[in-house]
């Protein structure tokens, strides 16, 4: 007798085989409903041990300056090594120019949840004081060495009404989704207390965007991001939407 029928008749076993193939049958959306739930329950300890450590660097550079990296074409490794030894904030693939720069961020944020996904060991060889990775609370959290994780919140007036998205003064809480993960960043520095914020390498252009009326541009003249190496092996979603329109 296989396993499977084993348990299906078993008069022990059958019960929890029962259930188990029940709720495997759920229609998605219940089945998603339960799934969302699991995840946001598990979830909730790891943003309250990260709350903690950050609440340890609430106004820690009160007055200070930071620069946060963008991935756009502007960046040059050698503007990076110009600010070496400045505090930085960076983010996503930008480890792909650290064989040509001294360069190091101080903060490490990755909050797109597909690349994370499909970068999650390379993102796990990132050295930085802080790797934060912000996610909407209902996600299965990755697997990321030395990672803290904090809530991600959609901001209904930007989602909704097409307004300037929310700004978090306590990212313990969360940080507001703003389509790019450099709005991410300026929360943290914010709450950081970093007074001058400087951007270096944000671009506003992409080679291929959605425009307001859903129909999809290309230019081959556009260059996405710092590196032709920078989307190997990667598939990235269509930027843009009209009003809404996303940094590098």
Not at 39 to 49: A, H, L, T
Not at 208 to 235: H, L, M
Request: with cysteine; hydrophobic share 35%; charged share 25%.
């Amino acid at each position: 007798m296989s396993l499977k029928n084993f348990l299906k008749n078993n008069s022990v076993t059958s019960p929890f085989y029962n259930f188990a193939r029940d709720v495997k049958n759920l229609p998605r959306e219940i089945h998603s409903s339960i799934q969302r739930k699991y995840y946001k329950s598990v979830n909730q300890k790891y943003f309250e041990s990260s709350a903690e450590i950050l609440k340890q660097y609430k106004n820690r550079y009160a007055g200070e300056r930071c620069f946060i990296i963008g991935n756009g074409p502007s960046l040059k490794a050698e503007d990076l090594d110009k600010i070496k030894n400045e505090i930085s904030f960076a983010s996503n693939r930008i480890y792909v120019i650290f064989d040509k720069t001294e360069w190091r961020p101080k903060f490490y944020v990755c909050q797109d949840y597909r690349m994370i996904l499909l970068s999650a060991s390379e993102i796990s060889k990132v050295e930085a004081e802080l790797k934060i990775i912000p996610i909407f609370e209902f996600c299965k959290r990755p697997e990321i060495h030395n990672a803290i994780f904090t809530r991600m919140q959609n901001s209904e007036k930007f989602i909704k009404r097409h307004e300037l998205p929310d700004f978090s003064d306590d990212i313990t809480n969360c940080t507001y989704e703003g389509m790019t993960v450099t709005y991410a960043n300026i929360q943290i520095a914010v709450y950081m207390g970093f007074k001058e914020i400087y951007l270096l390498g944000v671009d506003h252009s992409y080679s291929i965007s959605r425009n307001i009326d859903g129909t999809i541009t290309k230019n081959d003249n556009v260059q996405d991001y710092f590196s032709k190496d920078y989307k190997e092996g990667q598939q990235f979603s269509v930027k843009g939407g009209g009003v809404k329109s996303s940094a590098n």
